[in-house]
């Protein structure tokens, strides 16, 4: 006999903007020696039972089957984190940031460069001709990855 594992898990948009919800099913079980010398036998296995898996998963999110919308060049576009404008090439639209999104870059600011939030502004606006009110969702992803970087 051999042990096979086999997982399934999906990641869904929550409620709130740039938080997930993440459901994950395993289990473990033994084959016969003969399944586990077929190769398309041991793929079949593996598919009912992650087929299984995947119900559960489903069922446990409670809405069925998700959607999963893919742009041209097959990634993906809606996938709950806070890339929603993105236009299927990973690029975002000019869409408004957040205000959970400012709230984060002013934090991260705060945190790695002591700033207050008026010296954020001028931060923004002198090194980066950006005004906080007007930040737009793709110039705040790259300001909160240069200040954790």
Known sequence: MIRLTAS????TPDTEQFSSRSVHASAEFD?????????SALKRAL???????????????GDGPVQIHTGPTNR?????????????NGRSHDVPASRKQVGFLLSLARRHRNFSADQTR???????NIELDDIT????????????G
Do not use: C
Not at 137 to 148: F, G, Y
């Open 8 to 11: 399934f898990g999906r990641k």
């Open 122 to 128: 001028q931060w923004l606006r002198k090194d980066h």
């Open 137 to 148: 969702k793709s110039q705040a992803t790259t300001l909160i990855d240069t200040l954790k």
């Open 47 to 61: 598919s009912n039972i992650w087929r299984q898996l995947k119900q559960a998963v489903d069922e446990e999110i």
């Open 76 to 88: 993906i576009a809606t996938h709950g984190n806070g890339n929603n404008g993105s236009n299927g």
């Open 31 to 39: 084959v016969m020696d003969s399944v586990a010398e077929d190769p």
